[in-house]
């Protein structure tokens, strides 16, 4: 579910694990690089608390230590013995504590990582065009940055984050500005400023405010891999919109294909040392990837 706050450029996302996360953007006035003179930039940062989840630390870190009560999965459940009342210690093990090897270790939520990921996601699945970012040519541009707070990990924190991201790109919009012809100065026009008179001054120019033109929609799925329990079948098991508890039981071995309404793949992303996919497993998340992004595209683009 994906909710548009009262200010522009706000939004939070839930996911079916119960994962919420919100998401602003704010605007500085930057430089273009030398090779992109007509182009802005984006940039994003992911911060978790300890209200985030349990797990995570003063400083948004995630601890991994399985000796923590929070790693022991309890279902509560009583049993009556010998007409007493019992409960049923049924621990899920999320680890081998006989076994060796990164396989079996459990892997931290690594907010830099996603921070990198949707950057990268966002810069090359064509949804902005980054020559709308542009205010003067080699002189002054738009550097947008996009804030996410985990709200609540409970899951699948890479495709709410991208998916939180692109909608607020989506409910931004650029406010009117005063260019100065010839150092490239940028001020914003505040509305008071607006009600009144045009600034008559040859020295500024004055740009309209605007919303961005969203291209397709870059909509994540991301499938965690478990080995299975059949010793005769080679095949993982596939589960899609995984829970913190299955991160846990797969050892971080996921993948996350973003796609489009345009049937393209705009990336690929694999997680964990042991996930090995056929080139049938490939195909099916590759569909049903395609398919989430046909049921997603008019709810967060509107």
């Avoid at 990198?116 to 966002?122: G, L, M, N």
């Avoid at 056929?278 to 195909?283: C, E, L, P, R, T």
């Amino acid at each position: 579910m994906v909710t548009f706050g009262n200010d522009n450029a706000s939004n939070s996302n839930t996911t079916g694990s119960s994962t919420r996360v919100i998401a602003a953007c704010t605007l500085l006035v930057g430089h273009p690089g030398p090779s992109t003179p007509t182009h802005g930039d984006i940039d994003v940062s992911v911060s978790a608390s300890p209200l985030s989840g349990p797990r995570f630390d003063i400083g948004g870190r995630e601890s991994v230590d399985t000796s923590s009560p929070f790693y022991n999965y309890q279902s509560g459940k009583n049993t009556n013995v010998g007409g007493k009342s019992t409960l049923v210690n049924d621990s899920v093990p999320l680890t081998d504590g006989t076994a060796s090897g990164s396989d079996t270790q459990l892997q931290p939520t690594d907010t830099k990582e996603i921070e990198s990921w949707i950057r990268r996601t966002i810069r090359s699945s064509r949804f902005i065009d980054p020559t709308q970012l542009g205010i003067e040519p080699g002189k002054s541009a738009w550097r947008v940055r996009i804030s996410i707070q985990i709200i609540n990990h409970d899951g699948n924190l890479w495709d709410a984050s991208l998916l939180c991201a692109c909608a607020a790109l989506g409910d931004l919009r650029l406010p009117v500005v005063e260019v100065d012809r010839r150092s490239g100065g940028v001020r914003i026009v505040s509305n008071e400023d607006l009600d009144g008179a045009i600034n008559n001054n040859t020295k500024f120019e004055r740009r309209k405010g605007q919303s961005l033109t969203l291209g397709p929609l870059p909509v994540p799925l991301t499938v965690a891999v478990l080995p299975s329990n059949d010793d005769g079948s080679s095949q993982d098991i596939l589960l899609v919109d995984p829970t913190h508890l299955e991160e846990d039981v797969s050892s971080g071995n996921s993948v996350t294909v973003v796609c489009n309404t345009n049937k393209e793949i705009v990336e690929f992303h694999k997680k964990g040392s042991s996930t090995r996919l056929s080139v049938d497993q490939i195909k099916a998340v590759a569909s049903m990837g395609f398919g989430r992004a046909q049921e997603l595209e008019t709810l967060v683009k509107g």
